[in-house]
């Protein structure tokens, strides 16, 4: 079965950055993106991010262009989201998630997800 692991989450100030990791196993050619969500204390999961294996094309929420990027290493089967700039509004678990579908990046067009890590934003 595809394995998702994400790391690198934790405490940081307003302004400051992190990066996530997220090694994945057991891939399957029918992977063909993947994406970052996030879901917020009493709020529904939502998209943060997204990118091809192959076309590395990206899509972003409104809300983290220009401060957050998603980028990809084939050759380790690994995703990374680059944070920066973060606001205490960014707080809350962040999700690898993998889909066989290119152009939907909603909660359930994803087929697997990883079991979260906690990024937390202070002001």
């Known amino acids: 079965q595809v394995q998702l692991v994400e790391s690198g989450g934790g405490l940081v100030q307003a302004g400051g950055s992190l990066r996530l990791s997220c090694v994945a196993s057991r891939l399957t050619f029918s992977t063909v993106a993947m994406a970052w969500f996030r879901q917020a204390p009493g709020k529904e999961r939502e998209f943060v991010a997204g990118i091809s294996w192959i076309r590395s094309s990206t899509k972003y929420l409104d809300s983290v262009k220009g401060r957050f990027t998603i980028s990809r290493d084939n050759a380790r089967n690994t995703v990374y989201l680059q944070m920066n700039s973060l606001k205490p509004e960014d707080t809350g678990v962040y999700y690898c998630?993998?889909?066989?579908?290119?152009?939907?990046?909603?909660?359930?067009?994803?087929?697997?997800w990883g079991e979260g890590t906690l990024v937390t934003v202070s002001s």
């Open positions: 998630a993998a889909t066989g579908r290119w152009d939907a990046w909603r909660t359930h067009d994803m087929n697997y």
